[in-house]
């Protein structure tokens, strides 16, 4: 089966996504960085125009959710004076830029992302979701995240990859952006707008043959709550940061700044770790391993209440896990072990497969799941 249609764009700061709670508005941090000031004005945001609650995405990007339409603008100007705008409006879509976490200043990702940022205006205009990672630290840790052009760490230097390859170019830290440039001009050229992703181009383009010779390093694991070279990091469930809670927790530490990474770990800089209930601080905790989207009410495509299943379900199961609101899986687009997929209320179940693909079982209840998940 085909994934259901989900929306051609990702919400924006300045082009927002309606959803069940209100709207949803996207802060693109730079460089995956905030400043504890930026960081406390944006939970003071959360709570004065929003819900309260601040989505951290698979992208390391932070959302307000729960904005009334009659704010927006009101939210939009201060947003803009704490600095946490920085993008012409045209722009902002197109910031779509991970980096490592460990990343420090005058390295080769800080200074790729920081060229590449000031000359997306050079781009072809690429889809709505098309994105980039700068992964040049000492071996790649972002290969299992979104992204279409990749910068990474190969045997012999700095390589460029366009997703779905087999392989990369070789590129210097000076010249990485011409080259996305290169590829993405190419990507146009071919057609590829309309396969939207570069993976998807790729089944139907090959690349040419001088830009697939360098094999990628295997990479690194990626970080776990707990001390850091750089500070602090904690997990949250469900990437969903209560504002209070998370402003509560940057005034205690002390903490410099904040990154954002994609998978739903947040590093403080320059502290230490402390306790708190609200945040995970264990690196063996079962919520970190449990995929669930926002479901309903808080998504309008959803029939079912997805988290507070997926948190009696923590810790029953050694599989992975994906509780989905619908079969368009945006928490998870890829295969798990064990997929409940919402369906009128009820689930289905889908084994080793994608949120789209045929259930083996259908119209679960949710209490029957939370008694026999460890038996599936």
Not at 316 to 343: D, M, N
């Amino acid at each position: 089966m085909s994934r259901p249609t989900a929306k051609g764009w990702c919400p924006g700061a300045y082009k927002p996504m309606m959803s069940g709670d209100g709207l949803i508005v996207r802060v693109r941090p730079m460089l995956g960085r905030l400043t504890s000031p930026q960081a406390i004005t944006l939970c003071n945001l959360a709570q004065r125009w929003g819900s309260g609650l601040i989505d951290l995405t698979s992208r390391a990007n932070l959302q307000i959710r729960g904005v009334a339409e009659a704010d927006h603008e009101a939210l939009l100007a201060d947003l803009n004076t704490a600095g946490l705008l920085p993008d012409d409006p045209d722009l902002e879509s197109r910031r779509n830029i991970l980096l490592p976490h460990d990343w420090v200043d005058g390295d080769d990702s800080h200074n790729i992302a920081l060229e590449l940022s000031e000359r997306l205006p050079e781009f072809p205009e690429l889809p709505a979701k098309m994105g980039f990672a700068i992964d040049a630290g000492p071996a790649p840790i972002l290969q299992r995240n979104s992204a279409d052009f990749r910068i990474e760490r190969g045997a012999d230097g700095l390589i460029l990859i366009a997703d779905g390859a087999p392989a990369g170019r070789p590129v210097a830290s000076n010249t990485a952006v011409d080259a996305m440039i290169e590829l993405a001009e190419w990507f146009v050229s071919t057609g590829g707008s309309k396969n939207r992703r570069m993976t998807s181009h790729l089944k139907s383009h090959s690349i040419p043959h001088d830009w697939a010779t360098q094999p990628t390093l295997a990479p690194r694991k990626p970080p776990h709550p707990g001390a850091h070279s750089l500070g602090a990091i904690y997990g949250t469930a469900f990437g969903q940061l209560p504002a209070a809670k998370l402003r509560e927790l940057i005034e205690t530490s002390g903490c410099s700044a904040l990154r954002t990474t994609p998978w739903r770990l947040f590093l403080l800089e320059d502290t230490v770790p402390g306790h708190t209930r609200d945040f995970i601080t264990d690196a063996a905790d079962p919520l970190l391993n449990i995929d669930a989207c926002p479901g309903a009410p808080l998504c309008t495509a959803a029939t079912v209440e997805t988290r507070s299943l997926a948190r009696d379900l923590a810790g029953q199961t050694l599989k992975s896990l994906h509780v989905s609101g619908c079969a368009k899986g945006c928490a998870r687009p890829r295969r798990a072990e064990l997929t409940l997929v919402g369906q009128n209320g009820r689930f289905d179940l889908v084994k080793n497969g994608k949120p789209w693909d045929a259930p083996q079982a259908s119209g679960l209840a949710p209490d029957d799941l939370k008694n026999g998940i460890g038996d599936l």
